[in-house]
C-alpha cells in the first residue's frame, strides 16, 4: 500500500480520530484538575505536543502519552483544510458545510492568537485610591528605585526571567548582584528554621534573621509563588555593601545608599503601567437577607486621563465589564473587609473572532440540517402518501 | 376505526384528566378546625428570598427528614402543621422522630440503640450534645474534600439539628406563656424603663429595679433574635427590609406599637395552645387581609407559590408518564391504534401540565427555566419530550411516547432527590444573576442535554428491540432516522449552548475559554455529537454502529451534567454527594450494557 499523504490528511477517519483524541485529552485534563491548578493543566495539557496522563493521579507510577493539545490543533486544521481543499465544489448544498467549517477555524485561530496577542492581569485598589497599574499575579520581577527630587520615581525593573544566581546587572554608580535565587521558598524567622533551609542570611534590611528555602512552584489556582532573593549592592570598582533579602512575601521596599545618594528596591509582582489611573470611589458587596450568598459586587470608580481630560464616573459589576483603552476589566473579586477591590484587566484584541464564528457554525448547522429534515418529510410523503 | 375504539382512545386521558382535577380540588379545600393552609401561605424572607411558611417547613423537612412528612400516629398531617407545632409546641416536636442516622459510628457516638425505623427524636438526640459539640468543631476545621462517610454523616446531622433550632425560634420563643400579653408587657415595661433613664438623666429620683428588669427582658430579646435566620415582619417595601420577630419588638418600642405581623403571630401562637380554632383562624384572617392591603405583590406571590406546592405538578407527571409508557407498550404487544393514541394523549396532558409547572416556576423566580441543578432535570425532560412530541406525530409508532415517558419520568425522579437539599426556589448568587444569559446559554446547553439524552434512549429502544430479534425493518428505518435526526438537533444545541457559555465567560471574566470542568464537559457532548455524524459520513460505522455510538452520548452528557460537579473543582461546582456518585457510576454500567447488546452479532440480524 503506498502512502497517499493528501488521501491520508483529507480522510474523515482522521477527523474521526483526531476527535475521538481530543476527547481522551480533554476528558484526562480535567480529572487532572483535581490535583493540579487549572494553570499547569493548561501548559501540560492544551499547549503542549504530548500530554503525559498521569494515571493514578500523583503517583507519577504510570504516565502514559497522549496527543497534546498543540499538535491536535493543528492536526485538526490541516485535516480540514485538506478535505476542503480536495473536495472543494461550490454547490448550494455544499455551502453550509463550508461556513460551519470556516466558523470552527476562525474560532481555532482565535484562540491561537488570544494565546498569543492576550493578556490578563489585575488590578488591585482600596477605597479612595488611585492606581495607574495592573499586575500579573503569577509573575514577579525584582526593580530598582531611584526616588527623584519632584515626588516621582525612576524604577529599573528586571524581570523574572533573568533572575538567576551569579547575575549581576549594572546600575549608575554600582550594580545588584544575585546571590542566590528562589522561584518559590519558605521564608521562617531564624529561630523556627530546620536545617532544610538555606545557611546563607542578610546582612541588611529587614530580611535579616531569616532563613529561606527552596520549594516547588505553586501549581494551584488560589496559591502564588513566594519569589525570593538574597541581593548585593557592589559599588563600581568596590566591594560588596552588604546582602538584602528580597521577596515578594514582604510588603514595601527597602533602602539603601549607593552612588552618593538614596535607592529603593524590591521583588513585587510584575506592573503593566497604563497611561490613565482608576480611583475607586466605593465598593459594595451585597448579600441576600439572613444568607451568605452574595447577591452584588459593585465597583464604582473615576477614569482619569491626562492625554484626554476625561475624568468621568463608571459602574463596574457582574456581567458589566468597563472597555477602556483597548482593556477591559471586570470584577474580579475584593478582599479587607469588602474595601478593596481586584479587577481583572485584560487585553484581547481578537474578543470579537468567538462571536462571529458562533453565529457562522449556528447558522451553518442550522442550514444543513433543515436541508436533512425537508428531505427526511420528502422522503416520507413519497412512502406514505397524505390522504 | 370504530367508535368503541374512538372511545376507549380518549378513555384513559380522560381518567387521568379527572386524576388531576382531583389533585387540584384536595390542594384548594380549605382545612378543617386549625386553618393550616391559611398558615402556610404567611410571606416570611428564609434563605434571602419572600417565602410562604408552608415552602419553609417543606424545605426543611426534606432536608431533614428526607420526606415532607412526620412520622407518628398523632403527628402533624401538614409540613406547615409541623412547623406550628415546632413554634408553639416545641415540647411535643421534640419528640417528634425526624432525624434520620444511618451511620453505625454516629449512632455509638450518640450512644442511640437503632430502631427500627433509624430515626431519632430531637429530645433523645438532645443527651449527646456535649459528645457531639466538639466533633463538629474539629471537623468543621479540616478540608470538607476529605471527610469521611462518618464526618460527612456528622456535620449533615450537625446542620439539621441547627436548622432546626433556627425554626424553632423563627414564630415564637420556647417557653414564654401567654404571647399577646408578653409582648405588649414587653412594649409598656421598655417604655417605663425609658421614663425612669429620662429622669436618670435629669437627675431626679429614679426606679433602679424598673430599668434592671427593662434591660433583662431587652437581652432576651436580643438572644432570640440571634437564634433564628427567619424574617417575619415586612418592615420594608423590598426583601432586604424584613426584621425578624424578636427585631420587630424592638421596632415597636420606637413606634409605640406592635406591628400587625408582630401581633398575628402572638395571636396564633396563643390561639394554638389553647386549640381555639376560631381565634387561630381569625387571626390568620386579618394577618392576610392586611398583607393584601399592604404587601399585595409579596403576599400573592406566596399564596400561589403555597398552591404550587400543594398541588405538586411535577409528581402528578410522574403519574402520568408511567400510564403513557404501560400503553405505549401495551400498543406494541397488541399493533393496538387505540392505545397508541391513548398513550400520545395521556403524554400531552403530562407535558401540558409539566409546561404549567415550568411556567409558574418561572414567574415565582421570575427567572428564566433553569436557575440551578434542580430546574435543569425538569427543563431536561421537558425539552426531550417536546422534542419526542415531534417525532411521534412524524412517525407514528408510539416510540416517540414510550422514550419521552421514560425521560420524562427518569429526570423528575431525579429532580426529587435533588431537591432534597434545600429550596428550589433559591436566590441567583451575583454571577449568576443575568436573565438574558441563563435565558440564552443555559437553554440552549440544556437542550443539547436532552437531544443527547432522546438520541441515546432511542438507540436503546433499537437495541433491545434488535436483541429481541421481532424488529421490522421498516421500525429499524424509523428509529435511524429519528436518531440521526437528533443527533443533528443536538450539535447544533450543544454548540450554540457551549460557545454562547463562552461568551457570557467573556463577558463576566474577560476570557472566552478556561477549560472549567463543565465547559470541557459540554465540549465533550459537541465532539462526540461530531464523531458521530462524521463516523456515519465517512462510513465508517452504520445503522447499529450509530445506535451504539448514541447510548455513550448518554453517558458523556451524564459525565458533563453531573459528573464534572463531583470533581469539587471549578466555576461550577456545586458540591458532592457519595449517593449521587454511586448512582452516576451504576447509570454508566447499564448504558455500557446496553452498548454490549449493540456489538453482539446475531445469527438473524441483517445488520
Known amino acids: ?387 | 376505526m370504530s367508535t368503541l375504539r374512538k372511545i376507549s382512545a380518549w378513555l384513559i386521558p380522560s381518567l387521568c384528566l379527572l386524576f388531576i382535577a382531583s389533585a387540584a380540588f384536595k390542594a384548594t379545600r380549605p382545612s378543617e378546625g386549625l386553618d393550616f393552609k391559611g398558615f402556610g401561605t404567611l410571606p416570611v424572607v428564609s434563605n434571602g428570598r419572600v417565602q410562604p411558611l408552608d415552602s419553609l417547613a417543606r424545605n426543611a423537612l426534606l432536608s431533614i427528614h428526607g420526606k415532607q412528612s412526620v412520622p407518628g400516629d398523632d403527628a402533624p398531617a401538614s409540613p406547615a402543621a409541623w412547623l406550628a407545632e415546632l413554634n408553639f409546641n416545641p415540647e411535643l416536636a421534640d419528640t417528634r422522630k425526624i432525624f434520620p442516622i444511618h451511620h453505625d459510628d454516629l449512632l455509638g457516638l450518640t450512644k442511640l440503640t437503632p430502631g427500627e425505623e433509624k430515626s431519632y427524636s430531637y429530645a433523645e438526640l438532645q443527651p449527646s450534645f456535649p459528645a457531639l459539640q466538639p466533633e463538629a468543631k474539629r471537623i468543621a476545621a479540616t478540608d470538607s474534600k476529605t471527610w469521611s462517610p462518618y464526618e460527612k454523616a456528622l456535620m449533615l446531622l450537625t446542620r439539621n439539628l441547627t436548622l432546626y433550632n433556627q425554626l424553632k425560634h423563627a414564630l415564637a420563643l420556647p417557653g414564654q406563656g401567654h404571647l399577646e400579653s408578653e409582648f405588649s408587657l414587653f412594649l409598656t415595661d421598655i417604655g417605663a424603663a425609658l421614663a425612669e433613664s429620662d429622669k436618670q438623666t435629669r437627675a431626679e429620683k429614679f426606679n433602679q429595679s424598673t430599668m434592671d428588669n427593662a434591660s433583662s427582658r431587652v437581652k432576651i430579646v436580643m438572644e432570640w433574635a440571634s437564634m433564628t435566620e427567619v424574617y417575619t415582619t415586612p418592615s420594608g417595601n423590598a426583601a432586604d427590609g424584613w426584621r425578624k420577630l424578636p427585631d420587630s419588638l424592638t421596632d415597636a418600642v420606637e413606634k409605640g406599637a406592635l406591628h400587625p405581623s408582630t401581633l398575628a403571630y402572638a395571636r396564633l401562637g396563643d390561639a394554638y395552645r389553647a386549640r381555639d380554632a376560631t381565634a387561630f383562624n381569625s387571626a390568620i384572617k386579618d394577618y392576610q387581609t392586611w398583607l393584601l392591603v399592604n404587601r399585595p405583590d409579596q403576599f400573592n406571590k406566596s399564596s400561589a407559590e403555597t398552591l404550587f406546592n400543594a398541588i405538586a405538578p411535577f409528581y402528578l407527571c410522574m403519574v402520568l408518564y408511567v400510564v403513557a409508557f404501560l400503553c405505549a407498550i401495551v400498543s406494541w404487544l397488541w399493533q393496538g391504534t387505540t392505545f397508541r393514541q391513548a398513550a400520545f394523549r395521556v403524554l400531552l396532558i403530562g407535558l401540558t401540565f409539566q409546561s404549567l409547572g415550568l411556567v409558574t416556576r418561572m414567574m415565582l423566580e421570575g427567572r428564566p427555566p433553569v436557575t440551578n441543578l434542580y430546574s435543569s432535570a425538569i427543563f431536561i425532560g421537558w425539552g426531550a419530550i417536546v422534542l419526542s412530541t415531534a417525532i411521534e406525530l412524524f412517525h407514528r409508532n408510539a416510540i416517540g411516547t414510550a422514550v419521552a415517558s421514560v425521560i420524562g419520568f427518569a429526570t423528575l425522579l431525579i429532580a426529587h432527590h435533588l431537591s432534597l437539599s434545600g429550596d428550589t426556589l433559591e436566590m441567583m448568587r451575583a454571577v449568576l444573576d443575568t436573565n438574558f444569559w441563563l435565558a440564552t446559554h443555559v437553554v440552549v446547553i440544556t437542550l443539547g442535554y436532552a437531544s443527547t439524552f432522546l438520541a441515546g434512549t432511542i438507540a436503546i429502544v433499537y437495541l433491545i428491540r434488535r436483541a429481541f430479534g421481532n424488529a421490522p425493518q421498516t421500525t429499524a428505518a424509523s428509529l435511524r432516522g429519528m436518531v440521526y435526526g437528533v443527533i443533528c438537533f443536538a450539535t447544533l444545541a450543544s454548540f450554540v449552548g457551549t460557545v454562547l457559555g463562552g461568551i457570557w465567560a467573556d463577558q463576566s471574566w474577560g476570557r472566552f475559554w478556561g477549560w472549567d470542568p463543565k465547559e470541557n464537559g459540554a465540549l465533550l457532548i459537541v465532539i462526540w455529537n461530531a464523531i458521530i455524524l462524521h463516523a456515519r459520513w465517512g462510513g465508517m460505522v452504520r445503522e447499529r454502529g450509530m445506535m451504539v455510538m448514541a447510548v455513550f452520548g448518554n453517558i458523556v452528557t451524564s459525565w458533563s451534567w453531573f459528573g464534572t460537579n463531583m470533581l469539587g473543582i471549578g466555576l461550577h461546582s456545586y458540591g458532592f454527594t457519595d449517593a449521587a456518585f454511586l448512582w452516576l457510576s451504576a447509570f454508566v454500567f447499564s448504558q455500557v450494557l446496553f452498548m454490549t447488546l449493540g456489538l453482539i452479532r446475531y445469527r438473524s440480524a441483517t445488520v
Not at chain 1, 13 to 42: D, H, K, P
Not at chain 1, 173 to 197: D, M, Q, R, W
Request: charged content about 20%; aromatic content about 12%.
Open chain 1, 1 to 387: 500500500m503506498i502512502f497517499r499523504p493528501l488521501k491520508f490528511f483529507s480522510s474523515l477517519r482522521l477527523t474521526v480520530a483526531l476527535l475521538s483524541f481530543a476527547m481522551v485529552l480533554i476528558f484526562v485534563a480535567t480529572l487532572t484538575q483535581v490535583e493540579l491548578g487549572i494553570y499547569e493543566v493548561q501548559a501540560k495539557f492544551f499547549r503542549s505536543w504530548i500530554a503525559w496522563w498521569d494515571v493514578m493521579p500523583g503517583a507519577k507510577k504510570f504516565l502514559i502519552p497522549i496527543p497534546g493539545g498543540t499538535l491536535l490543533g493543528i492536526l485538526l486544521i490541516v485535516n480540514l483544510l485538506a478535505a476542503h481543499g480536495s473536495r472543494f465544489k461550490l454547490r448550494w448544498n455544499k455551502a453550509g458545510m463550508i461556513v460551519i467549517h470556516s466558523g470552527i477555524l476562525l474560532m481555532l485561530l482565535g484562540e491561537i492568537f488570544t494565546g498569543l496577542l492576550g493578556r490578563e492581569a489585575q488590578m488591585t485598589i482600596n477605597e479612595g485610591e488611585i492606581s495607574n497599574y495592573s499586575t500579573f499575579p503569577r509573575e514577579t520581577e525584582l526593580v530598582v528605585i531611584r526616588p527623584d527630587a519632584d515626588g516621582m520615581e525612576t524604577v529599573t525593573a528586571i524581570p523574572q526571567a533573568r533572575l538567576k544566581a551569579g547575575a549581576e546587572f549594572p546600575l549608575s554608580g554600582f550594580s545588584v548582584k544575585i546571590h542566590s535565587y528562589f522561584p518559590n521558598s519558605e521564608i521562617l524567622p531564624e529561630s523556627e528554621a530546620t536545617e532544610k533551609f538555606d545557611k546563607i542570611r542578610a546582612t541588611e534590611g529587614f530580611g535579616k534573621g531569616y532563613a529561606v528555602r527552596l520549594t516547588p512552584r505553586e501549581t494551584m489556582d488560589d496559591r502564588r509563588d513566594l519569589t525570593t532573593a538574597f541581593v548585593e549592592v557592589i559599588p563600581d570598582g568596590g566591594n560588596s555593601q552588604g546582602r538584602w533579602l528580597l521577596s515578594n512575601a514582604f510588603k514595601g521596599e527597602q533602602s539603601f545608599e549607593a552612588a552618593g545618594r538614596l535607592w529603593k528596591m524590591a521583588i513585587r509582582p510584575r506592573r503593566l503601567y497604563h497611561p490613565f489611573s482608576i480611583k475607586l470611589l466605593d465598593f459594595s458587596h451585597d448579600r441576600y437577607l439572613g444568607t451568605d450568598v452574595p447577591k452584588n459586587f459593585s465597583s464604582k470608580i473615576k477614569i482619569l486621563n491626562p492625554d484626554t481630560g476625561e475624568n468621568r464616573e463608571d459602574l463596574i459589576y457582574m456581567n458589566h465589564p468597563l472597555r477602556y483603552g483597548g482593556l477591559t476589566f471586570y470584577q474580579a473579586g475584593f478582599e479587607n473587609n469588602d474595601t478593596t477591590t481586584i479587577f481583572q484587566v485584560v487585553r484581547n484584541p481578537v474578543w470579537t473572532l468567538p462571536y462571529i464564528s458562533c453565529a457562522m457554525v449556528g447558522l451553518g448547522l442550522l442550514w444543513v440540517f433543515s436541508q436533512h429534515l425537508i428531505k427526511a418529510i420528502a422522503r416520507r410523503n413519497k412512502i406514505t402518501p397524505a390522504p
